[in-house]
């Protein structure tokens, strides 16, 4: 595989990963949560486009917004219900009831629409752009596209808004935005479910790509964590470092035969390697480190 092709693999694939670390960002960053349940959400978003495809006919393009809207909700009413009364706990408590939320929904998803494979396939699935230099597949392509898209509107929302503002100063400090008028409450609210929402437009987007089955929980929370681990916390920005850094590594290691295996190894040796030189991530900021 000559290397046009495999930057093409590589960028494509890390877009995809930013697209699924993220919420997880968003949730950790603000609300100083690691959300294990993060991977069921997503897993749960894809069979809201799956669905939304099969039975409604919906384009899985316009799937991704039905994803993220019903995630939306799921996150707020998850939130309200389960997270926030141990918002105060410590970070233990949180730590194991998002572990468990994850096996509540994972064990729910199986038993209500089992362990098959599933995946959307579209009369334009296998559609290509030829550049000479590589393929690059439509459907993967515009999937990227809109996890960059993504990344900036959560970027802009983030620092143009007053809610965004506000989102923010509850994340550098809590009290000090209480005692400026800002609800704490609704804001972390706000922020699980945005941060539910994206994990349902990532989980969209895997549908369209991928083939996924409740069992796949785990494999993308870890995915999420690398990618926030890599990128740091503080902007959506890093988020996308991240993922292009684990794509990249992924697709250069997975290009020759005999080294297929050592993708993910890779990848961890890149993760620890980054910890070690730079703590906070590739473009974490100060206060979140």
């Given at each position: ?36 349940a993060q991977g069921a ?198 988020a996308l470092a991240g ?36 703590p906070s991530g590739l ?7």
């Amino acid at each position: 595989m000559d290397i046009g092709n495999i930057l093409i693999i590589g960028v494509l694939l890390g877009c995809f990963y930013a697209s699924v670390g993220l919420g997880f960002s968003l949730i950790w960053g603000i609300m100083n949560i690691v959300n294990l349940a993060q991977g069921a959400l997503l897993i749960l978003g894809a069979y809201v486009a799956y669905f939304a495809y099969s039975l409604l006919g919906l384009d899985p393009f316009l799937a991704i917004l039905v994803s993220m809207v019903t995630m939306f909700f799921v996150g707020w009413l998850i939130q309200y219900i389960a997270i926030n009364r141990v918002i105060r706990a410590p970070f233990l408590v949180t730590f194991m009831l998002t572990f468990g939320l994850d096996l509540l929904i994972t064990n729910l998803m199986q038993q209500f629409w089992t362990a098959d494979i599933r995946s959307i396939t579209t009369s334009y699935s296998n559609a290509h752009i030829d550049l000479g230099f590589g393929a690059i597949p439509l459907v993967r392509a515009a999937v990227a596209l809109i996890a960059v898209l993504l990344t900036a509107a959560l970027s802009v929302f983030l620092t143009r808004t007053r809610i965004g503002n506000a989102i923010l100063a509850v994340g550098m400090d809590r009290e000090a935005a209480r005692l400026m008028g800002i609800s704490v409450a609704r804001i972390y609210a706000l922020t699980f479910g945005l941060g539910a929402a994206l994990a349902g437009a990532a989980g969209a987007m895997l549908a369209m790509t991928l083939a996924f089955q409740p069992s796949n929980t785990g494999t993308y929370t870890l995915f999420a964590f690398v990618v926030v681990a890599l990128g740091g916390l503080g902007t959506p920005w890093a988020a996308l470092a991240g993922g292009m850094l684990f794509g990249l590594v992924e697709a250069l290691v997975g290009a020759r035969p005999e080294t297929v295996g050592l993708q993910s190894a890779a990848a961890f040796a890149i993760l620890v390697l980054v910890l070690i030189v730079r703590p906070s991530g590739l473009l974490g900021k100060a206060f979140y480190s």
